[in-house]
């Protein structure tokens, strides 16, 4: 059973574009929801996080949208980068446990 | 460099071998997790530590893995009688309170 479902599973944009990540859950246990980016070969880094009772967050070019009644996230990336090219996984917590989404590669094109 | 630290990166070893791995969190915080991670999948929670106790441990942590936390500091991950199904990149966070977690650079593990 999958708990945390995460599309799309790739995205290609132009540099200037602005990705959207979605992510969905069904457990309303959960109570705190990362973004980490990772690079290959490399661990997962925390980007941004939000809690169920905020409908968005910003920090620099990050945003996260938040659908409590939807039990829906997500992750938007203004003026995105070639550096920006990474995987992107969706968490969220329960307790001191975090269930991953299944990540979406992105890669942003010159 | 103040962040997460994992020893070794990589490991390669024969099935039937046993591995040990080593996870120096960052160094105020208390709480320490084990995740596991298969190429084209999210990180998979294993285990965790908060100070010296092993507070919870997956149903994917088999008889085969143990894990400590000696002194609440440093941890280590070992697997037993290793299988080609254990090949997968053993990450290791930590978080000071009970929401951020921060990941090392992970150890890659390759059973031949």
């Known amino acids: 059973q999958q708990q945390v479902k995460q599309s799309p599973q790739s995205l290609i944009v132009q540099k200037g574009g602005i990705p959207i990540i979605n992510c969905a859950y069904e457990?309303?246990?959960?109570?705190?929801f990362p973004w980490y980016q990772q690079f290959p070969g490399k661990g997962p880094a925390l980007l941004i996080a939000?809690?169920?009772?905020?409908s968005e967050k910003k920090e620099g070019r990050f945003t996260i949208s938040f659908n409590k009644s939807a039990k829906q996230f997500s992750l938007h990336i203004m003026d995105s980068q070639p550096g920006d090219s990474a995987t992107y996984f969706c968490?969220?917590?329960?307790?001191?446990?975090?269930?991953f989404g299944k990540g979406t590669l992105l890669t942003v094109n010159p | 460099d103040t962040g997460v630290s994992q020893n070794p990166r990589h490991k390669i070893t024969k099935r039937g071998q046993n591995v040990t791995f080593r996870c120096d969190p960052i160094?105020?915080?208390?709480?320490l997790y084990w995740y596991r991670q298969t190429l084209g999948q999210g990180p998979e929670f294993l285990t965790y530590?908060?100070?010296?106790?092993?507070?919870?441990k997956s149903r994917l942590l088999s008889d085969r893995f143990s894990a400590e936390r000696p002194k609440g500091s440093f941890s280590t991950l070992e697997i037993q009688r290793t299988e080609q199904g254990d090949s997968a990149m053993y990450l290791c966070?930590?978080?000071?309170?009970?929401?951020?977690?921060?990941f090392g650079p992970g150890t890659r593990l390759t059973v031949t």
């Open positions: 457990n309303t246990a959960f109570d705190y």
């Open positions: 160094s105020e915080h208390n709480r």
């Open positions: 968490a969220a917590n329960e307790y001191y446990k975090l269930t």
């Open positions: 966070a930590s978080s000071l309170a009970a929401y951020e977690q921060y």
């Open positions: 939000i809690r169920p009772d905020v």
């Open positions: 530590f908060q100070n010296e106790a092993q507070l919870e």
